[in-house]
């Protein structure tokens, strides 16, 4: 099998020049034959997409809300990315070695935790996921990491729209074979197909992963696609074209052999909705530039037909992403005027008032389904100052506008995207956490921290400047809550986002880049220990100075001066300082007079602070102590080690589309976030200059 893939791969490298496309057929037609003698599937896979960031739910608080999310699959999915399991090991399908997975993974993160990507792969010149607009992973199973020669029929794998199409391009690729750990070629070419239009909208992906459904357009005219992919059908360079069947035929399309689609027109262009997909009722919903909301039944399941009267329903301008809810039975869409729609089962809808009066609603809605709320985000309010994120309620009335907090500088031009709640609100008791959201599009972009006590928001905290340049666009920002990720003893959260415009991390050298933050949040009652990081409620990063210690019942009154020291009940915080995307922490310098509480950046990516009164260095860098509250003397300076820096950085040429995460690969830091750059550059892995598709690790990007 490993040699099957290296071959296979070999083609995916790039090396179409010197392999015959009869031998990739041979290699592909066994590579098909092995994976249908694979076992049937077990457990519940996990798919991540554009629209799992949409539709959220918070702690269920009703014995009926528990029952009912209970069997929702969208609720599973969201528990299953946000659960650990200690006892995965990464699945090849070969006999088990008796050296323990993890040891074995442990040894793989030591060695190569500084690498600045994992993998990097030429999707073709000009070719991009798209600003604002996401890939989409499968992974075959939550508790282990897939790869090619796993006896599942369907690996995990990863699918990017290129956003570009002619004859012989590829307009939809995917990778497997994901991991380091799983041998042979990583990542391996998994298909790629022209299907004769241009993706530039996010696909999503059946649960059993075997299907893919997203819109296209081709002569001005967009369509709703539905694919089933065969192993090993097509390569980047060297896609498998594909004309379009019946809905008939192609519901008698077999899965896992060669590629199928059909396809159905919306009548107009579509250059801002991705599909929706309900998996409870096997529906679809997407919006047209025309304004109208389509809707399509029997998408993966049975055989699929678009919904007619009162279908498609005309609710506005152009339209973005909608998001169903299956609690209120409502889809909610944005249009480009700035209003939001609740469109219920009978089609009729429902105009809210006017909430963005600059780029529109250029993304799809975000609903708690738990708690009926619905959030948007707007690049200029009705007042033409401020940006805004506004919360309505499932069933908002005519003309509503809900709630706002202001998230910055108001802009005509800039569009703004969805932000992300984090793990502590859906968890908590009831909706009590934080969204984080990259706002002031008015002027340089923002990292902007709203508090949301008991479903109402708060004032938010203006957190990091992101880039160096105003009124440039931000990706959308994705929470990675790794509970994979223990360190010491406490689960890792951070969010991620890019800009277009020079990152304003040290890290990123003055270029686009994707940056990531920390945010982990303090526990009541847990024990911490020493070095373990947490964000609190001033923004500054507190450094646990001793081990073994429980906190207390409620947070403490944080001290807000680098190097203050809080009392949690036994626990002893130390101040790190603000959360900056550029810390006010230089490398160490040679014979350089430092203050008192002056602070640095150490070779190891630690944080140094100068205590107490400062001095000058010395003539070489010293040796620094690698632990929290290690000391390091230095001419007649001691350092004191803080802890690691919390924020990192990427080089991404002309920014990156959304970022998914994944939280399959059990193992220290091995879990990871994929996204495609917005402009061509080197993609290292396999050859060739144009958008890269791109793997990296949540840890340590820097």
Known sequence: MKGM????VALGGLLVAVVSVSSF????????????KAAPSSGTPVVT??????LIFSQPRTPEQSARVQNDVRYQQQQARHTAHPDAVLRTGEEEPKVSRLRFWRRHHRRYRRMHRDWSMDLGPGATVGAGTFPAKYAFSPAAASCISVLPAIPDYVVFGTSVSGAGVSSIAAFTNLYAGCGGQVPGAFWAYDTGGQVVTSPV??????QIAFTQTSGGTSSLVLLKWGPFDGLVPLPTPLTPVSASAYAACPTLTVGCMTEFSLGSTDTNSSVYYDYGSDTAWVGDDSGKLHQFTGVFKSTPAESTSPWPVSVGTALSSPVHDDTSGNTFVGDHSGFLYRVDGSGAATASGQLDFG??????????????????????????????????????????????????????????????????YETAATPTGNYYVCGNPGNVPTL???????????????????????QVECSPVTDVYNATVTGAGLPQEWVFLSTKGPGFVDACGGVSCIMNFKVTQWQPGFQYNLGQEVLDSNLNIEVADNS???????????????FDQTDDNGVHWRNQGPLLSTPPNIPWSVNTTYNGAAEIIDSNNNIQIAQPAGGTSGMMQPAWGTGEGDTTTDNDITWINLGKNPVAGLSASGGTSGIIMDNTVVNPGGSQVYFSNLQDDGCFTSGGTGGCAVQAAQQDLN
């Open 5 to 8: 893939i290296a071959r296979s």
């Open 25 to 36: 057929a041979q290699e592909s037609n066994a590579a098909k034959t092995k994976t249908k």
């Open 49 to 54: 997409d554009w629209s799992q960031r949409h």
């Open 205 to 210: 992906i059946s649960l059993d992963g075997t």
């Open 359 to 424: 780029t529109g609603l250029t993304d799809g809605p975000v609903i708690d389904s738990t708690a009926g709320s619905v959030y948007v985000v707007s690049s200029k309010d009705s007042g033409g100052t401020n940006a805004g994120l506004f919360q309505l309620g499932a069933s908002f009335a005519s003309g509503a506008t809900g709630t706002e907090v202001a998230i910055g500088t108001a802009s005509g031009g800039t569009p703004i995207y969805h932000g992300v709640f984090d793990h502590t």
């Open 448 to 470: 902007y921290q709203v508090p949301i006590n008991a479903g109402v928001m708060g004032t938010p905290l203006a957190g990091p400047i992101v880039s160096t340049t105003t």
């Open 548 to 562: 073994g210690q429980t906190s207390g019942a409620t947070p403490p009154a944080w001290g807000t001066n680098v």
